[in-house]
């Protein structure tokens, strides 16, 4: 039996004047997660409005599999294209507590059953001894936990074909963020939930995504394995809005089979693409590929070493961002313990090795 899959080709005009477009075919795999990724304002949750019924398109069409959700003639309510859904707002009945909120969506089961069901969610979401407290006296945080158990006690209960979440951690703190992140993977592979997920944080989609699609100003922009859009971005664009540290420009100087030879001012940059001589092109590198080695230069397999100084040290938890001025500014992405094995400090002299397989060459269209 084919896998079930959702196609998408549609139109919307903003009154602002902006456009968005996007055709796509989103296969609907069991535990399949797909994250839609991209900036404000992008057009991400357009987009997912758009796919729930919510917003009605300007032309073209939605079909899954056989049923035709939009076309010329045809457009379902939001009940009946029957998808799991959580909107940033995450609307919450303000007259009703929070278990009565989440056992809102589970009035279809026998009274014990729903009562059991609403305890393990508000145990799940850490909302123990908030069960009688109503939305408007709770944190921005504690209302998205309680929409975030009302829609996943729903979905897991009446196993939609999909389910919609647009931006379900945003309120949560660092901590709390990363514990509900890891239950919704864990609950979307047992009952084999096909998900589309909107975020503008990249660890949402290298956690849970089995699939990436960054989007930005109404298009989508590229799709794939979301590791593989990471280092090999199609564009300088794509590079910037998944927050590539280190975007380069240069001239292509040299080829030999995919490796490619950059020169950028007075230094050399060998990378993995397909080039031109003579062309402009970029080079991105994530900063956590920039190994920093002590002093000059030791022998290793690494094509690309380049002998600076330290110019700026940012703590990042237990991550340190080192800026090296080496002729061209690179940034490099280490560990406290790494801070302290080189002793590093601005103004140290250091060598920046990079691998030539860990730089991906762009073309500068």
Same mark, same amino acid.
């Given at each position: 039996?084919?896998?079930?899959?959702?196609?998408?080709?549609?139109?919307?005009?903003?009154?602002? *004047?902006?456009?968005?477009?996007?055709?796509?075919?989103?296969?609907?795999?069991?535990?399949?997660?797909?994250?839609?990724?991209?900036?404000?304002?992008?057009?991400?949750?357009?987009?997912?409005?758009?796919?729930?019924?919510?917003?009605?398109?300007?032309?073209?069409?939605?079909?899954?599999?056989?049923?035709?959700?939009?076309?010329?003639?045809?457009?379902?309510?939001? $009940?009946?294209?029957?998808?799991?859904?959580?909107? $940033?707002?995450?609307?919450?009945?303000?007259?009703?507590?929070?278990?009565?909120?989440?056992?809102?969506?589970?009035?279809?089961?026998?009274?014990?059953?729903?009562?059991? @069901?609403?305890?393990?969610?508000?145990?799940?979401?850490?909302?123990?001894?908030?069960?009688?407290?109503?939305?408007?006296?709770?944190?921005?945080?504690?209302?998205?936990?309680?929409?975030?158990?009302?829609?996943?006690?729903?979905?897991?209960?009446?196993?939609?074909?999909?389910?919609?979440?647009?931006?379900?951690?945003?309120a949560l703190d660092d901590v709390t963020r990363n514990l509900i992140r890891g239950r919704i993977q864990r609950w979307l592979k047992e009952h084999g939930i096909p998900t589309l997920l909107v975020s503008h944080d990249i660890s949402d989609a290298?956690?849970?995504?089995?699939?990436?699609?960054?989007?930005?100003?109404?298009?989508?922009?590229?799709?794939?394995?979301?590791?593989?859009?990471?280092?090999?971005?199609?564009?300088?664009?794509?590079?910037?809005? %998944?927050?590539?540290?280190?975007?380069?420009? *240069?001239?292509?100087?040299?080829?030999?089979?995919?490796?490619?030879?950059?020169? %950028?001012?007075?230094?050399?940059?060998?990378?993995? *693409?397909?080039?031109?001589?003579?062309?402009?092109?970029?080079?991105?590198?994530?900063?956590?590929?920039?190994?920093? $080695?002590?002093?000059?230069? @030791?022998?290793?397999? @690494?094509?690309?070493?380049f002998l600076g100084r330290v110019r700026q040290l940012v703590s990042l938890g237990a991550r340190v961002k080192v800026t090296v001025d080496c002729g061209i500014v690179l940034d490099a992405m280490v560990t406290s313990q790494a801070v302290e094995?080189?002793?590093?400090?601005?103004? $140290?002299?250091?060598?920046?090795?990079?691998?030539?397989?860990?730089?991906?060459?762009?073309?500068?269209?």
């Amino acid at each position: 039996m084919p896998l079930a899959e959702l196609v998408v080709d549609v139109q919307y005009a903003y009154p602002t *004047g902006e456009a968005l477009s996007v055709a796509w075919t989103l296969p609907l795999n069991p535990s399949h997660v797909t994250v839609l990724f991209g900036p404000s304002g992008s057009g991400k949750s357009t987009f997912l409005e758009l796919l729930a019924g919510t917003m009605r398109p300007d032309s073209g069409f939605i079909r899954h599999d056989a049923t035709v959700w939009f076309d010329k003639t045809v457009f379902l309510p939001p $009940q009946k294209r029957g998808v799991g859904l959580l909107f $940033q707002d995450y609307p919450l009945f303000p007259h009703l507590t929070v278990a009565e909120n989440i056992a809102y969506g589970l009035r279809f089961f026998e009274r014990r059953k729903r009562e059991e @069901a609403v305890r393990y969610w508000i145990e799940q979401f850490q909302l123990s001894g908030k069960e009688d407290c109503y939305p408007t006296v709770l944190s921005g945080g504690e209302r998205q936990r309680i929409a975030l158990a009302q829609a996943l006690a729903l979905a897991l209960a009446k196993r939609p074909p999909f389910l919609l979440l647009d931006e379900p951690f945003s309120a949560l703190d660092d901590v709390t963020r990363n514990l509900i992140r890891g239950r919704i993977q864990r609950w979307l592979k047992e009952h084999g939930i096909p998900t589309l997920l909107v975020s503008h944080d990249i660890s949402d989609a290298l956690i849970l995504g089995n699939n990436l699609a960054v989007m930005s100003e109404g298009a989508i922009l590229q799709k794939g394995d979301p590791f593989d859009v990471l280092r090999r971005p199609d564009s300088a664009r794509v590079a910037k809005i %998944i927050g590539v540290e280190n975007l380069l420009s *240069g001239r292509t100087v040299h080829l030999s089979g995919e490796m490619v030879t950059l020169e %950028i001012g007075s230094l050399r940059l060998v990378g993995i *693409g397909s080039a031109i001589v003579g062309e402009r092109c970029f080079a991105s590198i994530r900063a956590e590929e920039v190994i920093l $080695q002590k002093g000059v230069f @030791a022998q290793s397999s @690494a094509r690309n070493h380049f002998l600076g100084r330290v110019r700026q040290l940012v703590s990042l938890g237990a991550r340190v961002k080192v800026t090296v001025d080496c002729g061209i500014v690179l940034d490099a992405m280490v560990t406290s313990q790494a801070v302290e094995e080189l002793s590093l400090s601005v103004g $140290q002299e250091i060598t920046a090795v990079i691998k030539a397989s860990c730089v991906h060459i762009i073309g500068s269209v």
